[in-house]
């Protein structure tokens, strides 16, 4: 197991306690048992964090999108690490993942998860929204984060749900933002000059309003949802860059080789 950071006494006393079982849900065989024991999550991680076996399915559609080798990976919405660890297992050699977590705790707690699973990925505090402005910022690792989203070959956002209460809600009635603003709003920002994202992944709850996110990318980018997944959306914003076909494919008409 690799050396872990510190983790401060006050995010330690958030650690909540999560019996092996859970913790094998969420952190899989992948991880020993002596890693499993070590992670840390609190309340909120306990039931937001996406487990492994989700997590590496997500890895896997991700990677097999067009316009790849997709080899810098950003997720914008990391909690404490389901989705990094498995990004960085996966593209462990010649690939680079970032993880950018806004609440100080869980960044903490993010940090000691990535290093105990003995993954390679680099680990900022930040607001994924601000960072995706055009206007720029000094706030914590602002100017890295800024870095982190523009030249990510996919980003990954999973923006919280809103609690339990979510899933009582009509269907195709959630609409979810991200330090206020519309998840749909920040991906026209990730359409625009300066990133370099091919694709932009969204794990939604099954309810949330698809029909507004197309309408919101109309124009800009093609929004597929993969049926394969239960209990969640996954939604596939894809946008057309210069130099691709609409499908995200690379043009290689009239390209010397």
């Known amino acids: ?75 914008g919405c990391a909690c404490v690490g389901g989705n990094v660890i498995s990004f960085a297992r996966a593209l462990r050699k010649g690939g680079r993942v970032t993880g950018i977590e806004y609440d100080a705790t869980r960044c903490e707690f993010l940090r000691h998860n990535v290093a105990t699973a003995g993954v390679p990925a680099e680990i900022l505090r930040g607001d994924v929204a601000r960072a995706t402005a055009e206007e720029a910022t000094d706030d914590g690792d602002g100017w890295a984060c800024r870095s982190a989203v523009r030249r990510a070959d996919l980003l990954f956002l999973d923006p919280p749900w809103g609690g339990p209460d979510v899933a009582r809600k009509p269907a195709g009635s959630v609409r979810l933002h991200l330090g206020g603003v519309d998840v749909g709003e920040l991906c026209r920002r990730v359409a625009g000059p300066g990133f370099r994202a091919r694709h932009v992944l969204l794990k939604l709850p099954p309810n949330y309003d698809v029909a507004f996110l197309e309408e919101t990318l109309a124009g800009v980018a093609a929004v597929k949802v993969d049926p394969a997944f239960r209990k969640m959306i996954l939604a596939v914003v894809s946008f057309r860059r210069g130099g691709e076909g609409g499908d995200g494919e690379k043009k290689t008409e009239g390209v010397k080789e």
Not at 41 to 58: C, E, F, M, N, W
């Open 1 to 75: 197991m690799a050396e872990q950071p510190p983790v401060s006494a006050a995010a330690k006393h958030k650690a909540a306690d999560v019996s092996a079982g859970k913790r094998f849900q969420l952190f899989g065989g992948k991880c020993s048992d002596d890693a499993r024991k070590n992670m840390l999550l609190d309340d909120v991680a306990i039931y937001s964090v996406t487990d492994a076996r989700t997590a590496d399915r997500i890895t896997k559609t991700a990677l097999a999108l067009p316009g790849g080798p997709h080899r810098e990976v950003c997720d």
